[in-house]
């Protein structure tokens, strides 16, 4: 099945939001471990593989961007964007 890239705008900064993008990026980022440390303590090597393989899993497509706006401004700028490029 062909996909196309997607990207995922998230609309503030928030550790669930952290734990979604690890999921969708299937990689880990300091502020995502920062949030694994926070629901799951030091030793978060099982919740991290089930996040780092559940894209797959659920056959997303392997581009996948994200972003966090800090603004309103910017959030609309980016759903503005997001609509002129379909």
């Known amino acids: 099945m062909d996909q196309k ?3 995922v705008i998230f609309a503030e900064e928030d550790t669930l ?4 993008e690890i ?3 299937r990689t880990s980022t300091p502020e995502g471990e920062k949030a694994l440390r926070y629901y ?3 030793e978060f090597s099982a919740p991290l ?6 894209a797959d899993r659920l056959e997303l497509p392997r581009e996948i961007e994200t972003t966090y706006v800090r603004t309103r401004k910017c959030l609309i700028a980016h759903c503005a964007l997001l ?4």
Do not use: C, D, Q, Y
Not at 17 to 20: D, P, V
Not at 83 to 86: P, R
């Open 17 to 20: 939001f952290r734990l979604m």
């Open 5 to 7: 890239p997607i990207h």
């Open 49 to 54: 593989r089930a996040l780092t393989t559940m």
């Open 40 to 42: 799951f303590g030091e």
């Open 23 to 25: 999921g969708l990026r």
């Open 83 to 86: 609509i002129l490029s379909f």
